[in-house]
């Protein structure tokens, strides 16, 4: 069974980057048709795609935050990373990784791990 | 970018009671919709894709319709573990961009 378990650092200082890592378990992050993402949700609000990477290392972002995001994927180690630079607090929120298809709905959900940015 | 309405925001109804909820998208979007449920302090849990296919596992009290940019998630007899929030997601194209949601609860 597919498994996704998100970890880093539960707080960041306005200013800094923020990294985070989805490792995954029961299958492979390289496997065809495969896209992995990150979504996040501030406390008490709704839903807000990051962007995803593909099996085969193509990126998509989201419009607004394109400037400051990058996923990446290490597939000797089966997981995939987020980085958000310069945040502020308006980037304090749940963040979870996902696992979609070619057809973008999420059907795999990490547990999320919350973030706060703050001094 | 498609931007992602629904309505209400926010309803209270009794158990057993049919509950619609609806999505509406900016542009037309085929049927590239899917309907997730959060309940409180949870995980989203992908409820229906493809505007009405329900995903494995999911009570068959849920269903889902439509097409082009109005879609709607019914659920014909609410249960006391259907509280949560419900989110349409549309995924025809980059960005995904999900609804505001809207907040079951019972009355």
């Known amino acids: 069974q597919l498994q996704l378990q998100e970890s880093g650092p539960g707080l960041v200082k306005p200013s800094e980057t923020l990294s985070l890592t989805c490792a995954v378990s029961?299958?492979?992050?390289?496997?065809?048709?495969?896209?992995w993402g990150w979504i996040r949700q501030p406390p008490g609000k709704g839903l807000e795609w990051i962007g995803s990477?593909?099996?085969?290392?193509?990126?998509d972002y989201h419009p607004s935050l394109k400037s400051r995001v990058t996923i990446s994927a290490d597939t000797s180690k089966n997981q995939f990373s987020l980085r958000l630079s310069s945040v502020t607090a308006a980037d304090t929120a749940v963040y979870y990784c996902?696992?979609?298809?070619?057809?973008?709905?999420?059907?795999?959900w990490g547990q999320g791990t919350l973030v706060i940015v703050s001094s | 970018d498609i931007q992602m309405t629904q309505s209400p925001s926010s309803l209270s109804a009794s158990v057993g009671d049919r509950v619609t909820i609806t999505c509406r998208a900016s542009q037309g979007i085929y049927n590239y919709l899917a309907w997730y449920q959060q309940k409180p302090g949870k995980v989203p849990n992908l409820l229906i894709y493809a505007a009405s296919t329900l995903h494995s596992g999911v009570p068959s009290r849920f269903s889902g319709s439509g097409s082009g940019t109005d879609f709607t998630l019914t659920i014909s007899s609410l249960q006391p573990e259907d509280v949560a929030t419900y989110y349409c997601?549309?995924?025809?194209?980059?960005?995904?961009?999900f609804g505001p949601g809207t907040k079951v609860d019972i009355k």
């Open positions: 997601q549309k995924y025809n194209s980059a960005p995904i961009t």
């Open positions: 990477i593909s099996y085969s290392g193509n990126t």
């Open positions: 029961g299958g492979s992050i390289s496997s065809s048709s495969s896209y």
């Open positions: 996902a696992r979609h298809s070619s057809a973008w709905y999420l059907g795999v």
